[in-house]
């Protein structure tokens, strides 16, 4: 979503209004309302925001100076072995295995790391939005939006580029419908996982350069490993650390996520009565993202290989919602209020995902040609999980004179990640208030403004498990048989838990709101107690059961 097409977020806290969302309520409830056509004016409206911005790194550590560093160096070398290392050992120690190293200390030589790996960033955003409503009750909002974000490091940003259209359309007095789509395309940019390591490691009296026979820097000509630094007639200049150049791991490491997202939601709504509503919603989702990385043999990876490597990580999201509600509401004279939720909702969702990796292609084309790797460094796997979730709600609401309220739910949710006889759970609640600010020894206070006093107990649930975790599971394996003979076979993997059931939360809440002064200050306090029941977390077997974990 683009922040700029989000309405109002509302968290719902306390056990009786998240208890209402079941197992989908489990780690809490943010409920984020986007832009819709029902807000918008008639005529059409316009709305046009642009802004630029810039970033630097900041609260960075301080790192040592050459002399700082090269100081210390010598202390913890004596500290190591004081019997046998003395301030003149460890000088000759230093000339013979990095005499550029001693030179750069007595000239008082420092580089700065964080210089030449950071850079100024850069942000744009930019933001058109139309709104509006015609005569025959047809109400829009489109938006479009551009985010561009350069990063502090090179080939690190994000492109992202969303558009947003939402419709809503009153056909009559008793049927109306709308609609919502939103499409968003991020590219980004991730650049080396391992620069500001490198860069952090690295020793002041390093740099990233190559030297000429006396020594001095050929900026511009970069040498991949600045601890272990050499003169053109191959004797060591500086024999030490074997942490990579930075910038070389930033020129030759490429990794490019593409992300293609979509959300979409279509209702329609019948009001049989004035008091009798009934909505219908089907809402869906599709995402597809792309991470592909490409490594030069001066990185990381290229020396743990030897060689170029590059990979591709896919990963495809379907999931969908289908919603039925009716929410009665009646009143019985001024005093009595009642409303009635009754709601039935599908979910289905499932993932895909495929990786192949290979190395040793014979010229650098990216990711773009991992067949012409070594095919002994072939690797490709592929997964597909699927889940679904079917529940059953009703809320109950009463007030009497807008002074004391009670509030009863339940919900009832099956999951299809849980074995027969354990799929099904009931998630029950109940909140009290009292507004006593209504009351006739306050009511006419002109200190308080309101005051109300909450109480409520619920209960949620948890599925949150690697759907098919209930059944025994197998992993593909290779073995040497008959000496060099390479076999593939299956082995055991995980345990089936048949037994597997719901994490249950029981969450009690106390809360009181207050405004004095017509309500210029206003306020909440709450106090939570929350116990979780029947954990679900993965458990690690011995190895000679014959299982993993379970």
């Known amino acids: 979503l683009n922040p700029q097409d989000i309405a109002r977020m509302d968290v719902l806290k306390d056990a009786s209004s998240a208890s209402i969302y079941g197992s989908r309520g489990a780690s809490g409830v943010v409920i984020v309302t986007t832009k819709s056509g029902s807000s918008a004016k008639r005529g059409l409206a316009v709305q046009l925001e642009t802004s630029y911005g810039v970033k630097n790194a900041s609260r960075l550590p301080e790192m040592m100076t050459g002399a700082e560093w090269w100081k210390f160096h010598k202390v913890a070398y004596m500290n190591a072995t004081p019997l046998t290392q003395t301030p003149e050992a460890l000088a000759n120690l ?70 947003k259209l939402g419709i809503t359309h009153k056909i009559n007095e008793k049927f109306s419908t709308g609609a919502n789509v939103t499409v968003a395309k991020i590219t980004t940019e991730l650049g080396s996982d391992l620069a500001m390591q490198e860069a952090f490691r690295l020793s002041p009296l390093t740099s990233p350069w ?30 030490k650390t074997s942490t990579p150049n930075p910038l070389s791991e930033i020129a030759n490491s490429n990794q490019t996520e593409k992300v293609w997202q979509a959300l979409g939601n279509v209702f329609f709504q019948y ?65 009595h209020d009642f409303s009635l939720l009754l709601l039935q909702s599908t979910f289905y969702n499932e ?27 072939f690797q490709i796997t592929s997964g597909f999980t699927k889940r679904t979730l079917n529940s059953f709600a009703g809320r109950l609401n009463y007030a009497y004179k807008n002074k004391y309220m009670l509030t009863a739910s ?15 759970a009931n998630f029950p609640s109940v909140a009290l208030a009292w507004r006593v600010s209504k009351e006739s020894f306050l009511e006419d ?33 290779t073995f040497y048989a008959n000496g060099s003979n390479l076999l593939s076979g299956w082995q055991s993997d995980a345990l089936a838990n048949k037994n597997l059931t719901w994490e249950k939360t029981r969450e009690v809440n106390f809360g009181l709101d207050f405004g004095f002064v017509r309500n210029r200050i206003t306020g909440t306090v709450d106090v939570y107690d929350r116990l979780s029941k ?12 014959g299982w993993r974990y379970t």
């Open 94 to 163: 230093y000339s013979l295995r990095s005499p550029l190293m001693v030179q750069r200390a007595n000239n008082g030589y420092s580089f700065d790391w964080y210089d030449a790996v950071l850079r100024p960033g850069a942000t744009q955003n930019h933001y058109l939005n139309l709104s509006g409503r015609s005569d025959n009750g047809l109400a829009y909002n489109m938006s479009f939006g551009v985010q561009k974000d350069e990063g502090l490091i090179d080939k690190d940003s994000q492109d992202k580029y969303s558009f």
């Open 210 to 239: 190559a030297i000429d026979a006396n020594g001095n820097e050929l900026v511009g000509t970069k040498f991949f490993l600045p601890g272990k630094l050499f003169y053109p007639n191959g004797v060591p200049a500086i024999d």
């Open 271 to 335: 009001q049989a009565k004035k008091w009798l509503p009934f909505k219908t919603t089907f809402s869906t989702g599709f995402s597809n993202t792309q991470l592909g990385a490409a490594y030069g043999i001066e990185t990381n990876a290229g020396v743990a290989v030897k060689r170029i490597s590059s990979s591709i990580k896919r990963n495809d999201n379907f999931n969908y919602t289908w919603d039925n509600q009716i929410d009665m509401k009646h009143k019985i004279g001024d005093d």
């Open 351 to 377: 993932d895909m995902s495929s990786y192949s990796y290979s190395n040793g292609q014979p010229f650098d084309t990216d990711i773009y040609n991992l067949g012409s790797g070594v095919q002994t460094s």
């Open 410 to 424: 339940t919900r009832y949710d099956g999951s299809s990640v849980f074995s027969e006889g354990n799929k099904w």
């Open 445 to 477: 206070n002109r200190i308080v403004s309101d005051f109300k006093l909450r109480a409520s107990l619920g209960y949620t649930g948890n599925d949150n498990v690697i759907p098919y975790t209930t059944q025994a599971l197998l992993n593909q394996q």
């Open 534 to 545: 029947d954990l679900i977390y993965q458990q690690q077997l011995p190895a000679e059961t």
